[in-house]
């Protein structure tokens, strides 16, 4: 056997022992346990992608943003005093 096969082989009777585990062994609490754990670490994985996207797409960055709201914020102000108020 070469390393893929091996690799194919370990994968997938890990996938099967991991589903008859969780299909035969675990009692109801213990699955929505591990359910809710899958949903705590998907969630965190999608802010953490969310957070450094911008980075890897070169997009603009939460600093830049926020520098950006500030002179907006100024500007405004600028306009209102410009009206009078």
Not at 7 to 30: H, I, K, P, W
Not at 45 to 61: A, C, M, R, W
């Amino acid at each position: 056997m070469n390393f893929l096969e091996k690799a194919a082989l370990t994968f997938g009777l890990t996938v099967a022992g991991v589903t008859l585990v969780y299909r035969y062994v675990l009692s109801d609490e213990q699955r929505e346990a591990v359910r809710e754990a899958e949903m705590y670490v998907s969630d965190a994985t999608q802010e953490i992608t969310d957070s450094i996207s911008p980075l890897v797409n070169g997009g603009p960055t939460h600093a830049s943003e926020k520098a950006s709201y500030a002179a907006n914020r100024e500007r405004t102000k600028e306009q209102w005093e410009a009206l009078g108020y």
